[in-house]
């Protein structure tokens, strides 16, 4: 007890007094989590533009335009005079979507019959195109709602009834969660907890290859001893990224303290013996610097959350959670924005106590094998 | 003449030196090649789907009713859901959505289709997660597929029990209905859309770290810097010397990349090769200038950390979840000193568009500013040590 004690004292002195470590734990913590969320910040896009082509030009196209308009989803940027000219502005990445109303689109309504407009969206960026999309779909439903429903009203049917037939069952779609459909909301917790992650990982990889260790312990000791400081340290940190930062950013939370306590002390110890590990293998703190800096990105694609599990290959799904992300983001997130009660985060908790307890494992083997240079010059 | 000769001789040997530096030093020669293929390679099974289908949702059918029990087979028929699970109640149905087991519920309301076809409006509500954004957004098209579908032939059926004669019914259904075009990526294959940009991403990442590190490692010491300067017989060829060969590797591994998203993959290439490689190979001296920029200014373990912190985040900024035209102007002024966003621009413009090589070039030429710029920071830079070490000496 005594020997891990020491461990961890000399560990908790080297995460503050190391640069490279300090530099890594503690300054590239904050420059992340000021500069990670800056795209997202805005949380909706709003008015993309696109360009109306009105072959039409009569009272209901420019209704139909003027409600387009008013939607919170799109702009319209300029009427353009055919679709040779909106081609080119889509080109120049001025606009991201044609509306063509055809001419006779008044002439089509005014006799009963179906009046289809055209909407050219750019797919090529699906959040722009799923805007345009949803804006001008739901303007023109609701002038068509209306178009039918004055029909029937002519045809002597009562107002409301004439509403009912015109939509009989209507679908109405509630978003849970993250109900502005914000993208902040929905992007950040998520790559907080992997941020946490990669720190935690390079900060511990450098503190096992750069020099100066004194205190020599059995390898159970050792590594207890050194996943105490890393739990000790995170007490500072996870708190910051998980309560601290959603709350200065305005993210909606729901969820307690208690699910996210029980879920950071497995993340922790798994990424810690994760990072010991990669230190062993590595060797030297470059090597951690350079290999781990350009992983992060494919962990989060791994993770399950902004690509659905169930599309990556079942191949390589098991795999996925042997990165601690996987279940942390999966469990932090349910725990924390949807406000998930520890009984249905069983998954999460017990993969990541199993990642803790094969990482932490592993690195008392490795700290076992280990030659004792500092030993041997000792004695 | 002679002189041309030394200077292609100058350049080859620093060539060769590099190469040989290259082959000995495992760590760098990982970083410029199995590292990258490794990581692409993951990404590309994550990805190679292209599209999430029958994504699992729950339904809580309170009507029980031939129609309720249509729209259920309807709303699984349709390719992006999947009804994997009967809830009894909604606390249950809200328990699988924590769970993290299904992504949405589906709820018919008791007496559907009585009041449905009395002529009553009767909503159907659907639930879903979209703290999931892309994923609840793929669960919701399924239903929104379907449930309207289903309504329209309703609608149908109401009128013509009125009496309306079957085709006035059916064109009365949508008065305006918008006829959706998706242009360039008409499948909404997530290959061709997320992963195409995520592979230049890791590149952009590497390319700057490795090359802040090889720089990093002739820099560090002031006798190596002498050396290569004198292999090279001149300030540009050692230059050249030095980098090229990675600028080689990274290009070979961009290359190796794109054969899979173009050949397996199905990525079209409808705008002009030529154009898509000379930005490839613009980009990739953007990044190693950055790299180089960074190790010449800064030592080595700092200009790495913040090569890591420049090209780390850099994703978010290029704009392809999140669009630039929706960022704030410090997140939109950030992602156009990146390089990664510029090719991107154009590796969109080549690939999915197809842009017309009149309107194609701005990111090129903005590429190529990036090369300028960085190039003289790099040739000023070494001026200034090179006239240092003449006053020490």
């Known amino acids: ?379 | 003449m002679r002189q041309r000769a030394d200077l292609r001789f100058g350049f080859l040997l620093v060539f060769g030196r590099e190469l040989a530096w290259l082959w000995r030093r495992p760590l760098l020669f990982a970083l410029v090649s199995t590292v990258p293929l490794v990581l692409m390679a993951v990404l590309m099974v994550i990805f190679s789907a292209g599209l999430a289908t029958r994504l699992p949702i729950a339904v809580l059918d309170l009507d029980g009713s031939n129609l309720s029990r249509q729209i259920i087979r309807a709303v699984d028929a349709t390719p992006d859901t999947a009804v994997v699970q009967r809830v009894a109640e909604l606390a249950e149905g809200r328990r699988m959505v924590l769970e993290g087991r299904v992504h949405g519920l589906l709820m018919l309301p008791r007496r559907l289709e009585q009041d449905v076809l009395a002529g009553r409006r009767a909503e159907v509500v659907f639930f879903y997660n979209i703290q999931t954004m892309t994923t609840g957004n793929m669960t919701l098209r399924g239903v929104n597929a379907a449930v309207p579908a289903m309504e329209g032939n309703l609608r149908v059926s109401l009128r013509s029990a009125h009496g309306e004669p079957l085709p006035a019914a059916q064109a009365a259904l949508q008065p305006l209905p918008v006829q959706v075009s998706p242009l360039f990526n008409p499948t909404m294959n997530y290959a061709h859309f997320l992963l195409a940009a995520l592979l230049p991403t890791v590149l952009q990442i590497l390319a700057v770290t490795a090359t802040a590190y090889a720089v990093g490692l002739d820099v560090e010491t002031p006798h190596r810097m002498r050396v290569l300067r004198m292999l090279g017989g001149g300030l540009w060829q050692a230059l050249a010397g030095k980098v090229l060969p990675y600028t080689l590797l990274f290009i070979t591994v961009l290359g190796v990349a794109d054969a899979v998203l173009f050949g397996v993959l199905g990525m079209p290439l409808r705008g002009s090769l030529g154009l898509l490689l000379l930005s490839g190979l613009l980009f990739l001296l953007a990044c190693q200038g950055i790299g180089l920029v960074l190790a010449l200014y800064l030592p080595m373990a700092s200009a790495i950390s913040a090569a890591t912190l420049i090209t780390g985040p850099a994703f978010g900024f290029m704009g392809i979840g999140f669009p630039r035209i929706g960022m704030n102007e410090f997140a939109q002024a950030w992602g156009a000193i990146l390089p990664g966003t510029w090719y991107l621009m154009a590796r969109v413009d080549q690939t999915i568009r197809g842009t017309p090589l009149e309107y194609s070039w701005r990111p090129v030429f903005v590429l190529l500013g990036f090369v300028l710029t960085l190039a003289s920071l790099v040739v000023l830079r070494l001026n200034v040590l090179g006239a240092r070490r003449a006053a020490v000496a």
């Open chain 1, 1 to 379: 007890m005594k020997a891990l004690l020491a461990v961890f004292r000399e560990e908790m002195g080297r995460i503050f007094f190391l640069r490279p470590v300090f530099a890594v734990l503690i300054v590239a913590a904050g420059i992340y989590a000021l500069l990670y969320p800056q795209p997202y910040l805005n949380e909706a896009l709003r008015r993309a533009p696109i360009v109306a082509v009105d072959k039409d030009g009569t009272t209901t196209s420019r209704e139909l335009l003027r409600r387009v308009a008013a939607s919170p989803d799109v702009s319209i940027a300029f009427l353009a005079p055919d679709l040779a000219a909106a081609e080119a502005a889509i080109w120049r990445r001025e606009a991201h979507g044609i509306l063509l109303i055809p001419a006779d689109f008044e002439r089509y309504l005014l006799h009963g019959r179906p009046s289809p407009i055209a909407l050219y969206a750019d797919a090529s960026y699906f959040l722009i195109y799923q805007r345009i999309n949803s804006g001008v779909s739901t303007a023109a439903r609701d002038l068509g709602t209306q178009v039918e429903a004055s029909r029937l009203v002519a045809r002597g049917l009562d107002p409301g009834l004439a509403l009912a037939a015109a939509d009989p069952m209507p679908l109405t779609a509630v978003p849970l969660f993250n109900p502005q459909g914000g993208y902040a909301t929905y992007v950040l917790p998520a790559a907080f907890v992997l941020i946490l992650q990669q720190t935690l990982l390079i900060g511990v990889g450098l503190l096992g290859t750069l020099p100066g260790r004194q205190k020599r312990a059995g390898p159970v000791a050792t590594v207890l001893g050194r996943l105490l400081a890393y739990l000790v340290f995170e007490t500072l940190v996870l708190p910051f990224y998980l309560v601290a930062l959603p709350y200065l950013y305005g993210l909606p939370r729901l969820g307690g303290a208690w699910p996210m306590l029980a879920l950071a002390l497995p993340f922790t110890l798994a990424v810690g013996g994760m990072g010991m590990m990669t230190a062993t293998l590595l060797r030297r703190p470059l090597a951690v610097q350079l290999l781990l800096g350009s992983i992060g990105l494919p962990f989060f694609f791994l993770a399950g959350f902004a690509w659905p599990s169930e599309a990556i290959p079942e191949l390589l799904r098991p795999l996925t959670f042997l990165v601690p992300s996987t279940a942390a983001i999966d469990g932090f997130v349910r725990a924390l924005q949807l406000g998930a009660p520890l009984t249905e985060l069983k998954r999460p908790l017990l993969t990541l106590w199993a990642l803790a307890l094969l990482y932490g494992g592993a690195a008392m083997i490795l700290e076992a094998l280990r030659p004792k240079v500092a030993s041997g010059l000792a004695t």
